[in-house]
């Protein structure tokens, strides 16, 4: 459980700072699209740790 709300503040995290370089920069600036990666991979990550926990077994 701590991992999830550790995953779910870093998500937070990254949202608001690519919500101010965007404002300061526009869409296609280099930082912008950095922290648009980073998102991405915490996105991944969230959703593979979820998909993990609710994977029942088969057999």
Known sequence: MIRDDI???QLENA????YILQAKHGFNHASVLK????MDNLINQ??????????KPTA
């Not at 922290?35 to 980073?38: A, D, F, G, K, L």
């Not at 969230?46 to 994977?55: A, D, M, R, V």
């Open 35 to 38: 922290q648009s990666v980073i």
């Open 7 to 9: 995953l779910c503040q």
């Open 15 to 18: 949202r608001q700072k690519l």
């Open 46 to 55: 969230y959703n593979h740790l979820f998909y993990i926990k609710e994977k």
